[in-house]
Nanobody, 127 residues
Framework: QVQLVESGGGSVQAGGSLRLSCVVSGIPYNSACMGWFRQAPGKERERVAVIASDGRTSYADSVKGRFTISTDNAKRTLYLQMNSLKPEDAAMYYC?????????????????????WGKGTQVTVSS
């Protein structure tokens, strides 16, 4: 059974930092495309960052230079370090995973095509 469990959300002031974690089980961790996504009220879910099993990463323009996606393969955990948070970063953050089919696909895979999702963790940023 595949499970993705997020944690680490919370409330911070603008300029603050948070680190989100996602423990992944039930899929071949070293052969997967994994990422973080977010959805604010009234908006569509959007891709924040994705990472390949070999460590390649891709970020949304809105978070480049502020967020860092990483993995700890031994712990089967996906992370999202978020620095210099802005009020517009406030959203429900989800981790997602799918089987690896290549880096081009991983970077551009339609959000609806990700097979596995966590339940999300809320991030609130006050100005």
């Amino acid at each position: 059974q595949v499970q993705l469990v997020e944690s680490g959300g919370g409330s911070v002031q603008a300029g603050g930092s948070l680190r989100l974690s996602c423990v992944v089980s039930g899929i071949p961790y070293n052969s997967a495309c994994m990422g973080w996504f977010r959805q604010a009220p009234g908006k569509e879910r959007e891709r924040v960052a994705v990472i390949a099993s070999d460590g390649r990463t891709s970020y949304a323009d809105s978070v480049k230079g502020r967020f860092t996606i990483s993995t700890d393969n031994a712990k089967r955990t996906l992370y999202l370090q978020m620095n210099s948070l802005k009020p517009e970063d406030a959203a429900m953050y989800y981790c997602a995973a799918d089987l690896w089919t290549g880096w081009l696909r991983c970077q551009a895979q339609p959000i609806k095509d990700y097979a596995y999702w966590g339940k999300g963790t809320q991030v609130t940023v006050s100005s």
